[in-house]
């Protein structure tokens, strides 16, 4: 049985679009990660961070009202009753370092083995410890507010900057661990940004950490998410405590 021209044409356009229509739908089903949080940075600004420097867009159902966080924990949606929340390769994650690690791990942002890891994971934990402090200035009593300040500006100049500096000292290399963008790279300059809110000069003695700023700062998903209307969250407001205490009771969790 001989085969047409026109049907061999018809056989193949068949398979081109089924193939463009299994990728809508293989990409349909894997949708884009939703993000459970209020409308602040919090705990969830750095997973939005590490999403948007990965490249990943993503979506946010915001808890605007205590019965929003409520209906989420009486439906079983959320497995220690907080959030951060992750919706996202068919899992509901929480635990922000967890849902860190999967992101970082995902999108080769977690270091190629054992040893760079852990090296990820320190300089992380230091940026979270900074980050943690900013995020609860808002919050302190007004009496108390200023020493916190100067808490915090004194231990990023004296503890943890003067370490990231000797860092890139040290290997002269262009990124913290292994000479390759890493999920303690997008941390780091999250970190900077949020104390140069504080004090915009902050980094006056550390060249390198200026230096790798600008690097970061120019890497093109990272550009994009510096943009005015990206989903990057200004610093908190007094409507913005407000409400967080409102809902959350202690933001501190």
């Not at 349909?28 to 490249?55: C, Q, S, V």
């Not at 009202?65 to 951060?84: A, I, N, T, Y």
């Not at 054992?114 to 402090?133: G, L, P």
């Amino acid at each position: 049985m001989q085969t047409s021209h026109g049907q061999i044409q018809q056989y193949l356009e068949s398979i081109l679009t089924n193939t463009v229509i299994g990728k809508q739908t293989l990409r349909n089903m894997a949708g884009k990660p939703k993000l459970y949080y209020f409308n602040g940075r919090g705990r969830m600004e750095t997973i939005r961070w590490l999403l948007a420097a990965a490249g990943v867009e993503f979506e946010e159902q915001l808890i605007e009202v205590k019965e929003d966080l409520e209906k989420l924990r009486q439906g079983g949606e959320l497995l220690f009753q907080q959030v951060p929340m992750v919706e996202m390769d068919g899992m509901k994650m929480v635990q922000t370092r967890a849902i860190l690690n999967y992101i970082a791990t995902k999108h080769n942002l977690y270091g190629k083995d054992m040893k760079q890891r852990v090296w990820i994971d320190t300089y992380c934990e230091a940026t979270m410890d900074m980050n943690k402090s900013i995020t609860m200035l808002p919050f302190k009593p007004a009496d108390k507010r200023e020493k916190a300040f100067a808490d915090i500006i004194e231990k990023a100049t004296t503890r943890y900057f003067p370490v990231f500096e000797k860092v890139f000292k040290d290997h002269g290399q262009n990124f913290l661990v292994g000479n390759q963008l890493s999920r303690a790279d997008i941390q780091l300059f999250e970190a900077i940004l949020t104390v140069e809110e504080l004090k915009a000069d902050i980094l006056t003695k550390f060249p390198l950490l200026m230096a790798f700023k600008e690097r970061i700062s120019n890497i093109p998903t990272v550009k994009k998410f510096l943009q005015p209307g990206s989903p990057r969250k200004p610093p908190i407001d007094e409507k913005g405590i407000k409400k967080a205490t409102e809902v959350f009771h202690l933001i501190d969790d």
